[in-house]
């Protein structure tokens, strides 16, 4: 028997940042190490995504998770005891056989993703090792540029504004802690500029200002002068990137501005967008046209695919067939990596691998509905990922991922080296 066969699996009920109830899933190990891994839940969802399992009813408006616990401590229970948590493709296989639907939703996606993360930890701690380190060896040395929201809006902000994240890169700081630092003052003075000019409004989901303007382009305007005031350069020191996720606001190829009360097909959206592009420091855009609307992503990627990276999240959902086909055909250039998306970390990585052969960016992503879970900080420096989106800079669900971040880069000292600006075909 080897040291890191699976002898335990059991799952609790825990909270996320929105207060509803999640599952976090512990797996012993037969030397006595233990992994623990939380399920996110996300409120920007894609159709194509593994669907969480709740119980519905009047509990916690419907939120409550004791049907997937009970999935977690029973089935799953039986079939991963016995296998070696070292093999991840055969415990993650045995969860994707046991279910037998392709959408998750006989186990529920948060059962099966909260097992499969935790029997990644366990065989690491059985290893002695941090995850980071056991997933990615001594090849693990790239710390991957945050992604950190400023405003939030759409879905996580009751759509006080369409556009549902602002966020900056600080694409010319030296290193990890730095990009912290710089992000720390956009954050503050941000704060600072809205409190000044009354628009102030509390905090989104992720931890973003929940602003008050009186339009999508007032964000970008006020998000530069607050780059401006912290002393940065736009574009050279810190850049914009945003989150259109279009699919929550439109549908076949319609897309509806609640704030701006007006409506645009997909090729007035495509125009509006490029637009932006020209003129703001902006170097990231996902999902800037709908799911279903592949045609339209097809012409945004070949019009703006030369200047911005294009990430596809709704319509990729962690999903390898689907980034190769988008590959295939010309759409996005870049694939958020949401592991609850896929279900298993082994599908999880499979779409990672194959937006890496594609030539493309890969950028690991948490959700809205977070706890203090760090898996994907070591996710990201494990597999070599160039880019992390947490959230916001507050909150302690976002921050406890961004601190992690920091210990990873103590623990490589000088091997650690912040992804390259010049790995980014579209840095300016």
């Not at 512990?26 to 992994?35: D, H, I, L, P, R």
């Not at 799911?291 to 339209?296: C, N, W």
């Not at 160039?386 to 990873?408: D, Y």
């Amino acid at each position: 028997m080897s040291l890191s066969t699976i002898s335990d699996v059991h799952a609790r009920r825990v909270w996320d940042s929105r207060g509803r109830p999640t599952l976090e899933v512990e797996v012993t190990a037969s030397s006595g190490a233990v992994g623990r891994a939380i399920a996110p839940a996300g409120a920007s969802t894609g159709s194509g995504e593994a669907v969480d399992r709740r119980d519905g009813g009047d509990a916690f408006g419907g939120y409550d998770v004791t049907r997937a616990i009970a999935a977690v401590n029973d089935e799953i229970a039986d079939a991963l005891i016995g296998l070696d948590a070292e093999v991840q493709e055969d415990t993650d296989t045995a969860l994707i056989d046991l279910d037998g639907t392709p959408d998750k939703s006989r186990l529920g996606g948060n059962a099966m993703i909260a097992a499969s993360m935790a029997v990644a930890h366990a065989a690491a701690a059985a290893a002695d090792m941090p995850l980071w380190r056991h997933l990615g060896g001594l090849a693990a040395h790239t710390l991957p540029l945050p992604e950190i929201q400023i405003f939030g809006g759409g879905a996580h902000a009751a759509s006080r504004v369409d556009i549902q994240d602002f966020m900056v890169m600080a694409v010319g700081a030296d290193d990890y802690a730095q990009t912290l630092d710089w992000t720390a003052e956009v954050y503050r003075v941000a704060g600072t500029l809205m409190a000044e000019n009354g628009l102030l409004q509390g905090v989104a989901d992720e931890g973003g200002f929940w602003p008050a303007f009186d339009s999508n382009e007032a964000a970008l305007d006020m998000l530069l002068r607050s780059i401006e005031r912290a002393g940065f350069r736009p574009g050279e020191d810190v850049a914009i990137s945003l989150d259109i996720a279009a699919s929550e606001f439109g549908k076949d190829g319609r897309y509806s501005l609640g704030l701006e009360k007006r409506e645009l097909d997909s090729d007035g959206l495509v125009e509006m967008l490029l637009g932006w592009i020209d003129r703001y420091p902006i170097v990231s855009i996902e999902d800037p046209l709908g799911e279903d609307d592949e045609d339209g992503l097809i012409r945004f990627t070949a019009a703006a695919g030369g200047k911005v990276q294009i990430i596809g999240d709704d319509y990729l959902v962690t999903n390898a067939a689907r980034v190769n086909r988008a590959a295939d055909v010309g759409a996005c250039n870049a694939v958020l990596v949401k592991p609850n998306q896929a279900g298993t970390l082994t599908e999880t990585r499979a779409a990672f691998d194959a937006a890496r052969a594609a030539g493309w960016g890969a950028v690991v992503s948490a959700r809205s509905g977070e706890t203090e879970d760090v898996t994907i900080v070591h996710l990201a420096v494990g597999w070599g990922a160039h880019q992390l989106k947490v959230g916001s800079f507050a909150r302690s669900e976002r921050m406890a991922k961004w601190n992690e971040g920091l210990r990873v880069a103590d623990a490589l000292g000088e091997r650690g080296q912040l992804a390259a600006r010049t790995l980014f075909p579209w840095g300016r």
